[in-house]
C-alpha cells in the first residue's frame, strides 16, 4: 500500500492530480508500489509526493531518524542530513537538473554512515512529467560492496597474518618512491632463522602460530609511518618512509630485539633469531629505484647477513650485488659443466676393521674448471642445492659410480659403493626412482650400493627420509646417516629410521686420542646407541694410527680417513688396492707407531 499524505492539504493535492490526470496517475502510483526498491515521488522543490511500501520498510530496518522522511517531507534536507559532504551536494544538484529537464538521468551510488556499519545505496532517478516531478528509487547495494570491498581487500593483503602482501608492498613501497619532495625510503627484509626446523619440527599449525606472533611483535615495534608486510613463508618486510640508513639500523635493532623474548609455541617457550638485510634509497636520489630493486637490494643484504651466522643485521652495499651476479654466473656454470662431463668423481676407501680389509669407497664429486683448477663439492654443493641442480648432479654422481662399480666388479674387486644424497633431492621424491635407474643401466646388484643422507637431513625431514630409506632397503639398497654427532638428531627419531650403518662424524674422532676419555665415551655412546639399533658403526676421518686403534677399540666396524686412504682418482683406486692387501691392512692397524 502506498502511504497516504499526513499533512491535510497533500493528499488532496494529489488526488486532485490523480482525477485530473486520471488513469496516468494511478498507473505512476501502482508502479511505484509494485517497485522492489525504495521509491519516492518527488515535486519540483523536493518534497515527497508518494513514498512506495519498500521505502518505508527501509527507513525501519535501517532504523536511522536521518532518512525518515514521509510524505510532505523534504527530501533534499535529508540528503544533507545523510552526509554533508559532495555526495549530498551531487545529489541534490543532479536531481534539480534532472526535475528543471537539464539532464534526462540520474544514477550514482552514495553511503550512509551508521553506527552499525555504512551502507551503500544505487541511486537512479528520471523525470516524470513537464512540472518537474521526478521518481527516485535506492537500491541497496551495502552486500555487493562490501563483498567487493572484501575481496579488494584479501588481494592485497596475507591471509595468515592479515599484513601487505607482496603485491600490496611493492605498491605501498614504489608509491613512497615516487612521492614528490620524499626523504629517504628504507626497506628491512628479515626472515627467521631456523624457520623450517619449527615448521618441520612441531608441524604447520605451531609455524603458522609463530608467523602471527611474529606479526604482532613487528607490528608493536613501528612507527606510525612504517608498513610492516609479509612476502610470504617467513620473510617479512618493513617499508619506513623518510627513513635514513641510521634511522633505519636502529629500527633493524629494535626488530631484532623483539626476539628477546621467547615465542610460546604449542606451550613450549622457543628462542628464535632473525638475520635483517637493510637497503636505503637516498631522499636526493636522481634515479628513482623502483621497488623490485630496492627489495631485491635488502634480499641480498638479508643472505649476506645469513651467510655470516645468523642473527645479525646488515645494510646493503653495491659489492653484493656484484657477489650475487658472480654465484649465478657461478651457477649458470655448473649447469653446462654437469652435461659437459667436468665432474669428476674420487673414490675413498673403507676398512672393514675386523679383517684390516679395504671393502668399499665412498663417492665424492669434485669440479674440474676450465680456470679455477679442481673445486671442492663444498663450493659448489650448495650452489647446486640452491639452484635446483643437485638432482641432476646426484643422477651424473650415481651413474659415474656404479658404472665404475661395475667395472671393478668385472675386474674381481668387490667393493660397496657409497655415494652422498641431499637433504635437496631428498624432498624432491625423485631419489627411489634415480637410485633404480642408475642400478639397472649399471647392470649392478643393489647390495653394491651404499646411499649416504646427513644426519641432519634425517633430523630435518624424519618422516620422508624413514619413507624413502625404507624404499631403498626394499630395493636392497644399504642406507647410512652420515656426520652423525655433528646435528641435533633425537634419539627418538634415529630408532625410527631404518639405516644400516651410523658413519661417526670427523669431528667426534677429530683429536680423540688425545682427549682420550670424554671423545672415547661420546664415541662409545654412539657405537652403543647404533647397535641398540641395529646399526653398525664406520668411524669418518681417522688421521692416525692412534685413532684408528682407538675406534676399532670402541666397537666401530668399518674405518675411513686420511691415515688410510686419501681420496683419489678412479684409476689409482686398484694400484692403492693391491698395495694395502695385505701389508698395508697391518700396518696401518698395527705396526704405525703410536702417537
Ligand atoms: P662427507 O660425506 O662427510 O665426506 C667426507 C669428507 O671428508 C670428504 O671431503 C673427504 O675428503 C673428507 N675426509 C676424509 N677423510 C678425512 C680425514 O681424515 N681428515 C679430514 N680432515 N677430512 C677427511 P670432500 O670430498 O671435500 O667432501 C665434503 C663434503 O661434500 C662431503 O662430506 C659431502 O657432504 C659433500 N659431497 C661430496 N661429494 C658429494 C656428492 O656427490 N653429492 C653430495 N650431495 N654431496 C657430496
Ligand atoms: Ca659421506
Ligand atoms: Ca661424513
Request: charged share 25%; glycine share 8%.
Amino acid at each position: 500500500m502506498l502511504r497516504r499524505p499526513t499533512r491535510p492539504e497533500l493528499p488532496s493535492d494529489v488526488r486532485r492530480r490523480a482525477s485530473a490526470e486520471g488513469s496516468h496517475a494511478v498507473l505512476v502510483e501502482a508502479v511505484l508500489d509494485a517497485l522492489p526498491s525504495p521509491t519516492l515521488l518527488l515535486d519540483a522543490a523536493g518534497t515527497v509526493l508518494l513514498a512506495n511500501s519498500a521505502w518505508a520498510t527501509a527507513a525501519e530496518v535501517v532504523d536511522d531518524d536521518r532518512i525518515r522522511v514521509g510524505i510532505g517531507g523534504d527530501y533534499y534536507a535529508m540528503a544533507r542530513r545523510i552526509r554533508d559532504d559532495v555526495a549530498s551536494q551531487e545529489i541534490i544538484s543532479s536531481l534539480q537538473d534532472l526535475s528543471r529537464g537539464e539532464r534526462s538521468m540520474v544514477s550514482l551510488d552514495f553511503s550512509v554512515a551508521h553506527p552499525h556499519g555504512g551502507r551503500w545505496y544505487h541511486l537512479q532517478a528520471s523525470r516524470v512529467d513537464r512540472a518537474g516531478q521526478v521518481v527516485v528509487t535506492h537500491t541497496d547495494i551495502t552486500d555487493r560492496v562490501r563483498a567487493e570491498r572484501t575481496s579488494a581487500w584479501q588481494a592485497r593483503h596475507d591471509h595468515l597474518t592479515e599484513l601487505p602482501n607482496r603485491a600490496h608492498l611493492h605498491e605501498l613501497i614504489d608509491a613512497a618512491l615516487q612521492l614528490p619532495g620524499r626523504g629517504a625510503v628504507t626497506v628491512l627484509f628479515l626472515d627467521v632463522d631456523g624457520f623450517k626446523d619449527v615448521n618441520d619440527s612441531l608441524g604447520h599449525d605451531v609455524g603458522d602460530d609463530l608467523l602471527r606472533q611474529l606479526a604482532a611483535r613487528l607490528g608493536g615495534r613501528t612507527r606510525s609511518d612504517d608498513t610492516v608486510g609479509r612476502l610470504g613463508g617467513d620473510e617479512f618486510v618493513v617499508l619506513c618512509r623518510g627513513c635514513d640508513k641510521d634511522g633505519a639500523e636502529a629500527l633493524a635493532e629494535r626488530f631484532q630485539s623483539s626476539f628477546e623474548e621467547p615465542f610460546l609455541l604449542g606451550g613450549r617457550p622457543i628462542r628464535l633469531s632473525a638475520s635483517i638485510g637493510v637497503a636505503t634509497a637516498s631522499g636526493n636520489r636522481p634515479d628513482n629505484p623502483r621497488s623490485t630493486d630496492l627489495v631485491r637490494d635488502a634480499d641480498l643484504a638479508m643472505y649476506a647477513a645469513k651467510a655470516a651466522g645468523r642473527n645479525r643485521i646488515r645494510v646493503f652495499t653495491p659489492d653484493l650485488r656484484m657477489a650475487a651476479q658472480r654465484r649465478a654466473l657461478f651457477a649458470a656454470e655448473l649447469r653446462e659443466a654437469i652435461d659437459a662431463d667436468q665432474l669428476v668423481l674420487h673414490y675413498q676407501p673403507v676398512l672393514y676393521l675386523p679383517t684390516g680389509e679395504a671393502t668399499g669407497v665412498e663417492a665424492l664429486v669434485r669440479w674440474q674448471h676450465p680456470e679455477r683448477g679442481l673445486v671442492p663439492p663444498a663450493e659448489f654443493i650448495p650452489l647446486a642445492e640452491q639452484h635446483e641442480l643437485i638432482a641432476p648432479l646426484t643422477r651424473w654422481v650415481l651413474r659415474t659410480a656404479l658404472r665404475q662399480a661395475a667395472v671393478w666388479e668385472r675386474q674381481g674387486l668387490d667393493l660397496v659403493m657409497g655415494v652422498n644424497v641431499s637433504a635437496v633431492h631428498l624432498s624432491t621424491g625423485t631419489l627411489v626412482g634415480d637410485v633404480a635407474e642408475a642400478l639397472a643401466e649399471a647392470q649392478l646388484a643393489p647390495e653394491r650400493l651404499l646411499v649416504e643422507l646427513t644426519e641432519s637431513t634425517v633430523a630435518q625431514e624424519p618422516e620422508l627420509a624413514a619413507a624413502q630409506f625404507a624404499r631403498l632397503r626394499v630395493l636392497g639398497v644399504e642406507v647410512s646417516i652420515d656426520d652423525f654427532g655433528s646435528g641435533f638428531s633425537s634419539l627418538g627419531q634415529l630408532v625410527n629410521i631404518p639405516a644400516g650403518l651410523l658413519k661417526i662424524d670427523r669431528s667426534l674422532v677429530a683429536g680423540a686420542a688425545s682427549r682420550r676419555s670424554q671423545a672415547s665415551a661420546a664415541i662409545a655412546a654412539v657405537v652403543g646407541l647404533g647397535r641398540a639399533c641395529g646399526m653398525r658403526s664406520l668411524a669418518e676421518g681417522v688421521e692416525t694410527a692412534d685413532e684408528l686403534r682407538l675406534v676399532e677399540d670402541l666397537g666401530c666396524t668399518f674405518a675411513q680417513g686420511y691415515h688410510i686412504a686419501r681420496p683419489m682418482p678412479a684409476d689409482e683406486v686398484p694400484g692403492w688396492l693391491a698395495m694395502w692387501e695385505p701389508h698395508g691392512a697391518r700396518r696401518a692397524l698395527a705396526l704405525q707407531p703410536v702417537g
